[in-house]
């Protein structure tokens, strides 16, 4: 699925968008939100279980779940929305894929 909407330029524009804000306090603020909230999803929307996974404290980790929720304005929890935001995450990912692949073979024909 992933793959063929980040063929999708509409799709891939959305989560774009989605993500936007979340990728965009970590570059201004230089924090990992967005690790985290993976990491968070990858570990079954467990806390502790993340906090584990990247070596910091619980609160810490609900510190910048929170943000996340702030910067989005969804319950991260609700199954909607973390589906929605995992989808994101893997088409921009796709997408993102297909990009450095086009640029590559774009430069390899520049080069002939």
């Known amino acids: 699925m992933a793959a063929a909407a980040a063929r999708d330029e509409s799709a891939v524009d959305a989560c774009r968008r989605l993500v936007l804000a979340i ?49 989005v304005g969804f319950d991260l929890d609700h199954p909607v929305v973390a589906s929605a935001l995992m989808a994101a995450f893997a088409v921009d990912e796709a997408a993102a894929a297909r990009e450095e692949l086009e640029k590559a073979r774009h430069e390899a024909q520049r080069t002939k």
């Open 23 to 71: 990728r965009r306090a970590d570059t201004q603020r230089g924090t990992d939100l967005e690790k985290t909230l993976r990491t968070y999803y990858a570990c079954g929307a467990t806390v502790q279980a993340t906090a584990d996974a990247l070596f910091l404290h619980r609160n810490s980790v609900r510190y910048r779940l929170d943000s996340v929720r702030i910067l």
